[in-house]
């Protein structure tokens, strides 16, 4: 399913139970949010968007415990379930989409190399999360992570409101 179908998709589950919806972005820096707004009409549903890139914004901005971040690190699913439930919790939303990782070039450990990235998202209380690695350019990482993160909330409101 192309890209454009996921944000209608999703804009129309949104509509559909009513919801209210948040981001918070790490190393897609906004692409996210800016793939949300591509859609006419999501200002009724899209709160807002935080881009949370270091760890000190993540714990300053929404909430999360930093203690999530020291234990786990930063690029984990851990962590972006804890900022996905941070966030929607922060701008009080039903549901809620983050990515953390590692877009490259450089950057990268083996245990957590270039292109991987972490997806969270938060469907009415309940938190889910999945770690991905990407090829590509720094760009097509980012752009990739943030077609991901779309993809992978509609598939968790499908469940959560089935």
Request: charged fraction near 25%.
């Amino acid at each position: 399913m192309a890209v454009e179908n996921y944000e209608n998709k999703l804009y129309n589950l949104l509509k559909k139970n009513n919801w209210k919806l948040s981001t918070a972005e790490s190393c897609t820096g906004g692409l996210v949010a800016a793939s949300v707004v591509n859609i006419s009409g999501i200002s009724e549903f899209f709160e807002e968007g935080f881009i949370t890139y270091s760890s000190r914004a993540k714990v300053k901005r929404i909430g999360v415990n930093p203690d999530v971040i020291e234990k786990y690190g930063v690029v984990s699913n851990e962590t972006a379930e804890a900022m996905a439930i941070a966030t929607a919790n922060t701008a009080n939303s039903d549901c809620s989409i983050s990515t953390t990782g590692v877009a490259g070039p450089n950057g990268g450990t083996r245990e957590v190399p270039v292109g991987c990235v972490c997806i969270g998202c938060s469907v009415k209380g309940k938190a889910f999360s999945t770690r991905k690695l990407f090829k590509g350019t720094r760009q097509e990482i980012r752009q990739q992570a943030a077609e991901e993160a779309i993809k992978y909330l509609v598939e968790k409101i499908e469940e959560v409101s089935a």
